[in-house]
């Protein structure tokens, strides 16, 4: 009861509850990855999570300034202009204000919900948004929509948040705190931590990518259903439902049709036959090569699902922008199990 009252509160003050899913790489007795699973967001999850946002920000509610502090910046301009102008083709409206207050952003997804672009709007504003990072000015946290915010829940695997706890600590007792507190300093060190952090990111991302690949690499030939979630001038990238894993549907691979790239709508049009993929379509693919070394996966298109449409009777709406072209868990079966955390916003 109390993790359901610590979100609705959340969702009133205009948090946005999004998440990327975990991963969850299941290996063999040779130590080789033969799955790669989403894991699901439990309500055990959900009772940790509340718990460590909350402890987050009484921490740093209770240090004030000068501190490290977890800040996440407003969406970007350009970005979010962007996510306006697709809503806008759809025919929805995203209301001023979305850069400066979180909740009409959680209200217009919210609405969204209820309808059939769902899946296609869903997409687009974790692409708005800027990445968190540390920071010695408290310029608040956008995503949680909270004005003080550290990281303090994970000191035996972030050194930010052991940090945070010598900075509690001697607040208590009390003490000289355990490093400069002049803002130049602060911000330093603020940035030295973001830096390896996004280091830190990039490496796990990339030990996933080479799983995913490898596991994929075993199943050439089969047959997958997945969504688009993401379009290009030279294709359009599938992430897969059965395995947590994504590859690319190129153009080329797609000789029926010469097809144009409507990027304010994120889609692609057949000329001749007017055929459609865009954002959020549900498509069915199989994987047609693997390359290991440069981690790619090219998928080719088996048949559509719910999104391959026709459009008719579309003259001018895609002219601006266009452009024409021809966490985790690891499992180790009959081995050993060990779990990486989640990461946190």
Same mark, same amino acid.
């Given at each position: ?99 400066? #207050? ?118 050439? /030939? ?12 030279? /294709? ?20 029926? #049709? ?64 266009? /452009? ?22």
């Amino acid at each position: 009861d109390l993790t359901v009252l610590l979100r609705e509160r959340r969702g009133e003050r205009g948090s946005l509850l999004m998440s990327i899913p975990e991963a969850e790489v299941v290996l063999d007795e040779r130590g080789w990855p033969v799955d790669v699973r989403r894991v699901d967001h439990l309500l055990s999850h959900q009772i940790i999570e509340e718990f460590m946002i909350a402890a987050n920000e009484a921490v740093g509610d209770f240090l004030g300034e000068p501190s490290l502090f977890r800040v996440h910046d407003r969406p970007d301009p350009v970005k979010l202009a962007a996510l306006r102008d697709f809503v806008r083709s759809l025919g929805l409206a995203l209301p001023p204000g979305a850069n400066r #207050d979180p909740r009409v952003l959680r209200e217009f997804l919210t609405e969204v919900q209820a309808t059939p672009y769902a899946a296609m709007v869903q997409l687009m504003p974790l692409r708005s948004l800027k990445q968190a990072c540390y920071s010695g000015e408290n310029r608040g946290h956008y995503g949680l929509a909270v004005q003080f915010y550290t990281h303090f829940t994970s000191p035996i695997r972030r050194y930010p948040d052991l940090l945070v706890h010598r900075l509690l600590a001697a607040r208590l007792e009390n003490k000289k705190p355990p490093l400069s507190l002049a803002a130049d300093d602060l911000e330093e060190t603020a940035r030295y931590l973001s830096q390896r952090e996004r280091r830190a990111i990039e490496a796990e991302r990339e030990m996933l990518a080479r799983m995913q690949v490898r596991c994929l690499a075993h199943r050439l /030939g089969e047959v997958f259903t997945g969504r688009i979630t993401g379009v290009t001038a030279f /294709g359009f990238f599938v992430a897969l439902d059965e395995i947590y894993a994504d590859g690319l549907v190129r153009l080329v691979d797609l000789p029926d #049709d010469y097809y144009k790239f409507d990027e304010a709508r994120q889609r692609l049009i057949g000329r001749r036959h007017r055929r459609v993929f865009q954002l959020g379509d549900s498509v069915t693919v199989t994987v047609a090569r693997v390359d290991v070394k440069r981690r790619h996966v090219s998928l080719e298109l088996v048949g559509e699902g719910e999104g391959a449409t026709e459009v008719f009777c579309q003259q001018g709406s895609t002219e601006k922008g266009e /452009g024409s072209v021809s966490r985790r868990k690891t499992k180790r079966r009959g081995g050993d199990t060990f779990r990486k955390k989640p990461g946190e916003e």
